[in-house]
């Protein structure tokens, strides 16, 4: 298992990738995902509108819920029906968010 020419990751090939992504995992669907929790309602919140705005600027959206200071958010390529580079991508600049 690798990357396929749809550009699905899967395997070992997903596997490489998610160790540029830490805190990641994969998860059924299959996507991507990762909890991260704040102080307050209102630094979740902020975290997510700087999400919503990488995320426009990449054409790629999460999936995610909110609850109070906690952000669950799964990444997967919709229009592929799985997980892609555009998925590691956005995931390491989320991480970037919260690191830095
Ligand atoms: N986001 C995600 N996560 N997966 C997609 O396949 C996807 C998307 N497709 N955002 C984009 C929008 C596509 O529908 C538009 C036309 O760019």
């Not at 990357?3 to 998610?18: K, P, Q, R, Y």
């Not at 958010?73 to 919709?78: K, M, N, R």
Request: proline residues 4%; hydrophobic residues 40%; charged residues 20%.
């Amino acid at each position: 298992m690798s990357e396929d020419t749809s550009g699905i990751l899967t395997g070992t090939a997903l596997e490489e990738h998610l160790h540029e992504c830490p805190g990641w995992s994969e998860t059924p669907g299959p996507a991507i995902a990762k909890s991260f929790k704040f102080q307050s309602f209102v630094e979740a919140f902020a975290f997510m509108t700087q999400v919503a705005l990488l995320a426009e600027k990449a054409g790629h959206h999460p999936d995610w819920s909110n609850s109070y200071n906690r952000v669950d958010i799964a990444l997967s390529t919709h229009d592929k029906g799985g997980i892609t580079q555009n998925d590691i991508a956005l995931a390491r600049k989320i991480n970037a968010l919260v690191s830095g």
